[in-house]
């Protein structure tokens, strides 16, 4: 049976900025962050500023200034604290002791390698699918370590059956989150919370009403509402923006258009040249240079042009006279 669903709030938007300090930030972060902040503050409401850093071998601490920098940079603000994961992990432990008590969760204490032994990689994102080895196996943590002398992971118990994420700009989709990933980890073994986990603990303390961000992490929605139900939080509206490519219509690479927004910084770029390029891949004509105030009479997410964005050698050549 399907737990019940906890509704999401009625008043204003709350949305927020989620850089990950494991490298610069780019024009598309520059594009989804702007669309982000624009459509909080069209509707009145506010903007938070997570930094989540909570994956301590692909972090790097001195980028957390750089992407506060860059934000600052581009003419976007946010309210109250910076949230910065790694200085506080005690909602993380909580929730995971939620899930736990609740039997939502359990201890494996499977390998990467052992899993890859077990079952093929799943087409997403070469993830291996975890094949329930430890389900119903220890009465707890605690029981995993004396029984086998190893530290565990948690897996949330993934229910069978499809995971319907609707999407306010691509409209429904389902995943077989069970079939294709299978019980995920909410915690791994070194002890470091996962992402899955962290982004919901902090999207339901954060009181986030509208989650906008890159269409890679559709699929991760999916597993996000998982856990939302788990814990007896609500799903956020979510807006996934079609991600930005090349005039080939392939991915932005290093050689072409994957500009760190430091680089464009010290260079001495008209942050307002970004700006520009932003508002005209949202049909958004405010000039070449807007401010980000600019840009907010009138603006409506929902009118965002579908096709992914474009950045033409013109748009470069204009962001890097
Ligand atoms: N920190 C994630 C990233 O930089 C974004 C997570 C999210 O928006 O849910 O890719
Ligand atoms: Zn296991």
Known sequence: MEAPRTTLPDGPVVTRLA????????????????????????????????????DRERCKSELVDT??????????????????????LAPYERACDALLARGEAYACTCTRAEIAALSAPHADDGEQRYPGTCAGRFASPAAALRETGRASGLRLRVPPGSVLV??????????????????????RRDGAFAYQLAVVVDDGLDGVTDVVRGDDLFSSAARQILLQRALGLPTPRYWHLPLVQDEHGARLSKRRGDIGLADLRRRG???????????????????????????????????????????????LAALLP
């Open 166 to 187: 609707r999407d306010e700009l691509r409209g429904e989709r389902s995943f077989d989150v069970a079939a294709e990933v299978g019980d995920f980890l909410v915690r």
């Open 67 to 88: 992407a506060r920098a860059d934000i600052e940079w581009l003419g976007l603000d946010w309210d109250g604290e910076v949230r910065v994961q790694s200085r506080d």
């Open 269 to 315: 770029v008209d942050p307002r040249t970004v700006l520009g390029w932003i508002a005209r891949s949202a049909d958004l004509d405010r000039g070449p240079r807007p401010a980000p105030a600019d840009l907010l009479p009138g603006f409506n997410l929902r009118r965002l042009p579908q096709s992914p964005a474009r950045l033409s050698p013109a748009d």
């Open 19 to 54: 850089p990950s300090p494991t490298g610069l930030l780019h024009l598309g972060h520059a594009r989804s962050f702007t669309l982000a902040w624009l459509h909080a503050r069209a509707r009145g409401g506010r903007v938070v500023l997570r930094i989540e850093d909570l």
